[in-house]
């Protein structure tokens, strides 16, 4: 039976490998050896270690995680980091810097204001978030609990390219529309965390990978839930995890292995975004949202000469099967969310179609 796919610029939940999904689907019935499926099987079980072994593993060896961090399946998403992270690193007494960078570091720092003393280190609201700002502009806290930043800026589409210098003090990156897009160094930060589904998986998964000794900061008192320590003793198995999640995760971690890895799919991301920008900046009938040097490789947001012809872009090219390209209403415009997992053939197509849309309009 063949099946028809539309090409998903969706900012998340976002398409997925189709070998991760036909595998999915191949044993979803029964895991081979198992005789159940990864929905059915109990938490406890010896099939739930392989996978959840397996994916622990593979997150290591790709992202070349050091032994003092650990890696844990959480669930809430980024956004119940946004209050974890306060909750167990602010600590009475300290002050946690906000780098703002886009509407998920707002929500950040809201959430962390809630908890305790919170300073913004820098922001680029000022200029609608085009850009990130340069290290020279951060105001940093010395002693500070840590510096929270946005690795890509998923609304505005800008992009760190180069992680801020925080010192001695703990960088921790929620990287859920980046993270495993190119080589990363783990060491640089206290804490990363991500919700699955841009990268990594489905929805309902939150990765976070946390350096050993931050774990000692999480108080006694509480909600053993919300507790890193109690998460990292539990090896993500304090509560029921998120069984099917951390499966369907496993399996896009293995196909990305059997591309190459990171190395390699940073060289598809950067012809990827490539060929994008090189469309959009041909001619002055679009308009690239983020300043040059703060470009993202995974969410690219651009504008049309007028609102009107924005919805022509729309309406047309979901018509022609290019799903998902509506911008965030913060922002307005199109955004091409072009996450690991979209397909080389999908920035064809659209490159394609912009080239007859602008024919039409131009
Ligand atoms: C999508 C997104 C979030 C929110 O993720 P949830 O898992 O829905 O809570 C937070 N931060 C960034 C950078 C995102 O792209």
């Not at 070998?19 to 739930?48: C, I, N, T, W, Y």
């Not at 002050?95 to 300073?119: F, N």
């Not at 995890?241 to 598809?268: N, Q, S």
Request: with cysteine.
């Amino acid at each position: 039976m063949s099946v028809h796919r539309v090409f998903n610029f969706s900012s998340g939940p976002a398409v997925l490998p189709l070998p991760v999904l036909e595998e999915a689907q191949r044993d979803l019935l029964a895991l081979p050896g198992v005789g159940m499926s990864a929905m059915e099987v109990s938490h406890r079980s010896k099939a739930f270690d392989e996978i959840l072994n397996g994916a622990t593993a593979r997150m290591r060896s790709i992202a070349r995680i050091p032994d003092q961090y650990k890696i844990l399946f959480l669930q809430g998403g980024a956004s119940l980091q946004f209050s974890m992270v306060p909750m167990n690193l602010l600590t009475p007494g300290t002050t946690a810097d906000y780098i703002v960078t886009g509407d998920w570091g707002k929500k950040a720092l809201k959430e962390a204001r809630k908890v305790g003393a919170t300073s913004v280190a820098a922001t680029t609201e000022d200029g609608n978030f085009t850009r990130v700002p340069s290290q020279s502009e951060l105001q940093l806290t010395p002693g500070a609990a840590y510096v929270h930043m946005t690795a890509n800026n998923t609304i505005h589409g800008t992009e760190w390219h180069q992680a801020p210098d925080s010192g001695n003090v703990p960088l921790v990156c929620d990287a859920s529309s980046n993270i495993l897009s190119g080589p990363i160094d783990v060491a640089k930060y206290g804490v990363i965390y991500a919700g699955a589904q841009k990268n990594l998986g489905p929805s309902g998964v939150t990765v976070v990978i946390i350096r050993e000794d931050l774990l000692a900061r999480s108080a006694e008192t509480l909600p053993a839930m919300l507790n890193y320590r109690v998460q990292a003793e539990g090896g993500s198995r304090y509560n029921t995890p998120p069984a099917f999640g951390i499966y369907v995760l496993g399996l896009t971690l293995k196909w990305l292995e059997g591309i190459g890895g990171l190395a390699a799919i940073d060289a598809i991301n950067a012809r990827k975004a490539a060929t994008l920008y090189a469309e959009l900046d041909r001619t002055a009938f679009w308009t690239a949202h983020a300043d040059v040097e703060s470009r993202s490789r995974m969410n690219v947001t651009f504008r049309l000469p007028s609102e009107e012809i924005e919805k022509h872009f729309v309406k047309e090219s979901t018509a022609a099967g290019l799903d998902g390209l509506k911008g965030h209403r913060s922002v307005g415009g199109l955004r091409a969310s072009i996450y690991n997992a979209f397909p080389e053939d999908g920035i064809t197509a659209l490159v394609q179609f912009m080239q007859e849309f602008e024919r039409t309009y131009g």
